[in-house]
C-alpha cells in the first residue's frame, strides 16, 4: 500500500440540498482489511455520503483521504482508477446484453463500451469468466442480464466492479430486493473477496446481517455519525436504538 494509514478517512464532510444539510460535518474512518457498515434510518445521509465519496456529488465542505491521497476534488472515474469502486441501490446493467459482456463493459476512464464484441480482449474476457465463477454466475455468462433474477443481478454488478480491481467497495444495500436464499452466497462471496483482500465499507438495512458480517458498525443519524464499535457493542447501544425507534 501507498500509505499505513486508515484506508479511507472522511473528516468534516459537509452536503446541503438548499436548505437540508443531507451530511452535516461527518467523519468516518473505514481501516484496511475492514469490513465496515454504516446504518443509519431512512433519510440520515448514507447515500449522499456515498456520493461524495465515490466523487458523484460534490461536498460543500470536507476533506477526503484515500490509501493517503486527498481526492474530494478529484472526479468519480479518477478516483475509481486510484482503487475506489461502488455498486448502487438499484442495478444499472443493461438488461438486453449477456452477463458476460455486461462485466466487461466498465472501462477503466469510467466510460461504459459501446462496441463490446470488437472492443474485448481474450485476457479481459479471461478475468471478467473467473470473476463470474467467483460470485457463482459462471453458468449464466450468456444468458440475458435482464432474464437474472434481482440478487443474481446484484452479483453481476459485483463481478463489474471487480474488473477495476479496487482495493475498497462501496456497497449500497447490497441485500436488499434479493432472496433469502441468495443472501448466504452474497455475504459468502463479500467474506471471500475480503480475505483476499478488498475492504468494504457496505450501507445495508438489514441489521442481522450486518451483525453478522461487519465490524466496525458506523451509525449515522442526521447526517452524522452518532456510534461506532464493533457489533455486539453496537447492538445494545441505547443511542443506537434511540435514532432508529425515535425517528
Ligand atoms: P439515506 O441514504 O440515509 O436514506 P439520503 O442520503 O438518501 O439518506 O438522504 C438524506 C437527505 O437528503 C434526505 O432528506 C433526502 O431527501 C435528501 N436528498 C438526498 N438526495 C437529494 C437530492 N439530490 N436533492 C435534494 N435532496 C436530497
Redesign the pocket.
Same mark, same amino acid.
Not at 452474497?186 to 458480517?213: A, C, Q
Given at each position: 500500500p501507498a500509505s499505513t494509514g486508515p484506508l479511507l478517512e472522511v473528516r468534516g464532510a459537509t452536503k446541503r440540498?438548499g436548505g $437540508?444539510t443531507?451530511v452535516d460535518g461527518a467523519d468516518l474512518t473505514v481501516e484496511r482489511g475492514s469490513i465496515t457498515a454504516l446504518i443509519?434510518?431512512? /433519510?440520515? /445521509?448514507? *447515500? *449522499? $455520503?456515498f456520493n461524495l465519496i465515490t466523487g458523484t456529488m460534490a461536498a460543500d465542505a470536507g476533506t477526503i483521504t484515500f490509501d493517503g491521497k486527498r481526492i474530494e476534488k478529484l472526479p468519480p472515474w479518477s478516483r475509481g482508477h486510484l482503487g475506489l469502486g461502488r455498486t448502487f441501490q438499484v442495478t444499472r446493467l443493461f438488461k438486453d446484453m449477456t452477463v458476460l459482456q455486461n462485466v466487461v463493459a466498465p472501462q477503466p476512464d469510467g466510460k461504459l463500451r459501446t462496441m463490446l464484441a470488437d472492443a474485448v480482449s481474450g485476457s479481459e474476457a479471461a478475468r471478467a469468466r473467473e470473476l463470474l465463477d467467483i460470485v457463482g454466475l459462471g453458468s449464466f455468462e450468456q444468458q440475458k442480464a435482464g432474464a437474472l433474477s434481482y440478487g443474481q443481478q446484484k452479483l453481476v454488478e459485483l463481478a463489474q466492479v471487480l474488473m477495476l480491481e479496487p482495493q475498497l467497495i462501496l456497497l449500497d444495500e447490497p441485500a436488499g430486493g434479493v432472496n433469502p436464499s441468495l443472501l448466504g452466497r452474497l455475504t459468502e462471496v463479500i467474506r471471500e473477496l475480503n480475505r483476499s483482500g478488498i475492504t468494504f465499507l457496505i450501507?445495508e438495512h438489514n441489521i442481522p446481517l450486518v451483525l453478522d458480517l461487519c465490524d466496525p458498525v458506523h451509525v449515522?443519524a442526521r447526517g452524522a455519525c452518532i456510534a461506532s464499535g464493533p457489533p455486539g457493542q453496537i447492538r445494545n447501544d441505547p443511542v443506537v436504538l434511540d435514532a432508529y425507534l425515535g425517528d
Amino acid at each position: 500500500p501507498a500509505s499505513t494509514g486508515p484506508l479511507l478517512e472522511v473528516r468534516g464532510a459537509t452536503k446541503r440540498f438548499g436548505g $437540508l444539510t443531507a451530511v452535516d460535518g461527518a467523519d468516518l474512518t473505514v481501516e484496511r482489511g475492514s469490513i465496515t457498515a454504516l446504518i443509519g434510518p431512512n /433519510g440520515s /445521509g448514507k *447515500t *449522499t $455520503l456515498f456520493n461524495l465519496i465515490t466523487g458523484t456529488m460534490a461536498a460543500d465542505a470536507g476533506t477526503i483521504t484515500f490509501d493517503g491521497k486527498r481526492i474530494e476534488k478529484l472526479p468519480p472515474w479518477s478516483r475509481g482508477h486510484l482503487g475506489l469502486g461502488r455498486t448502487f441501490q438499484v442495478t444499472r446493467l443493461f438488461k438486453d446484453m449477456t452477463v458476460l459482456q455486461n462485466v466487461v463493459a466498465p472501462q477503466p476512464d469510467g466510460k461504459l463500451r459501446t462496441m463490446l464484441a470488437d472492443a474485448v480482449s481474450g485476457s479481459e474476457a479471461a478475468r471478467a469468466r473467473e470473476l463470474l465463477d467467483i460470485v457463482g454466475l459462471g453458468s449464466f455468462e450468456q444468458q440475458k442480464a435482464g432474464a437474472l433474477s434481482y440478487g443474481q443481478q446484484k452479483l453481476v454488478e459485483l463481478a463489474q466492479v471487480l474488473m477495476l480491481e479496487p482495493q475498497l467497495i462501496l456497497l449500497d444495500e447490497p441485500a436488499g430486493g434479493v432472496n433469502p436464499s441468495l443472501l448466504g452466497r452474497l455475504t459468502e462471496v463479500i467474506r471471500e473477496l475480503n480475505r483476499s483482500g478488498i475492504t468494504f465499507l457496505i450501507v445495508e438495512h438489514n441489521i442481522p446481517l450486518v451483525l453478522d458480517l461487519c465490524d466496525p458498525v458506523h451509525v449515522f443519524a442526521r447526517g452524522a455519525c452518532i456510534a461506532s464499535g464493533p457489533p455486539g457493542q453496537i447492538r445494545n447501544d441505547p443511542v443506537v436504538l434511540d435514532a432508529y425507534l425515535g425517528d
